[in-house]
């Protein structure tokens, strides 16, 4: 697994192994600085207003094309897949042997930027935020720098890990593995109890608490009820990462 990490800072030797809950400390347990894993989708920008729409539909325009099904059943594909792996790419690599480079590249190509929409105030965010940021998305990583750059963020993000790195013995390993988020951890050598994972989906966000991460819910560019549900069982729960700043101190775990 590789990502990227221009002038990341060396980790000191104060470094603990990654991979647990910290232990409730008492007054003189000082926590290390955060160490922030931001969702992208919906989390950093409202991919519900356009782009997941124009995605879905190229996705449907590739299952129809490459397996040649009509319309309905390679819609009804697309959904399956992804309900059950978690990625429709992976139940089209598994029982199609599709190249998953070839499919990320077309079901992407279109003017993300020009149906991007996002809240003002994200490169101001980055900067005040304290403690390092690093993007972990399930989309790939062309269109993740397209979105970064669009908003100004990347020159913020130290790393950034898309689909294409989270890979695990030769396994495609998206969220919400928890092997891949243990290794992540690792990865980014981050101490124990600094990792907050901020996101708007309650899979990845159970998968992650699951293995060490403080979890912030991000449900203000969610559509559908899951938000509702499910806000309780985690850290924080926020409309906006702009609220961040402020609410960070009320952040449990
Ligand atoms: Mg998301």
């Known amino acids: 697994m590789s990502g990227r990490r221009p002038g990341r800072p060396r980790s000191g030797p104060s470094t603990e192994p990654a991979g647990a809950p910290a232990q409730p400390g008492g007054s003189r347990t000082r926590r290390p600085p955060p160490v922030w894993f ?35 059943q390679a819609n009804q594909l697309r959904l399956t897949y992804w309900r059950r792996y978690g990625a429709t790419m ?57 979105i970064l750059r669009a908003l100004g963020l990347h020159r913020r993000v130290l790393a950034r890990y898309a689909i294409e790195q989270m890979r695990l013995h030769r396994s495609f390993r998206p969220k919400p593995s928890r092997s891949m988020l243990r290794h992540m951890l690792a990865r980014e050598r981050v ?28 449900f203000g560019h969610s ?5 509702l549900r499910s806000g309780r069982q985690f850290g924080l729960r926020v409309r906006s990462v702009l609220e961040l700043p402020r609410a960070h101190a009320r952040l449990r775990g």
Do not use: C, W
């Open 38 to 72: 931001f969702d992208l989708d919906n989390t950093l920008h409202d991919a519900s207003h356009a782009i997941f729409q124009a995605i879905n539909g190229r996705m449907t325009d590739y299952v129809e094309r490459h397996l040649q099904v009509d319309r309905e």
């Open 90 to 146: 992976l139940g089209l690599m598994r029982h199609h042997a599709v190249d998953p480079h070839h499919f990320l590249r077309e079901t992407h190509d279109f003017d993300i930027a020009g149906l991007l929409r996002a809240e003002r105030g994200l490169a101001r965010l980055f900067a005040r935020l304290p403690g390092r940021k690093v993007l972990l998305t399930n989309a790939p990583g062309a269109y993740a720098d397209e």
């Open 191 to 218: 101490p124990r109890g600094a990792a907050i994972l901020v996101e708007d989906s309650a899979a990845n966000l159970r998968s992650a608490r699951a293995v060490g991460f403080r979890t912030v819910l991000v």
């Open 223 to 227: 559509r559908g009820p899951t938000h």
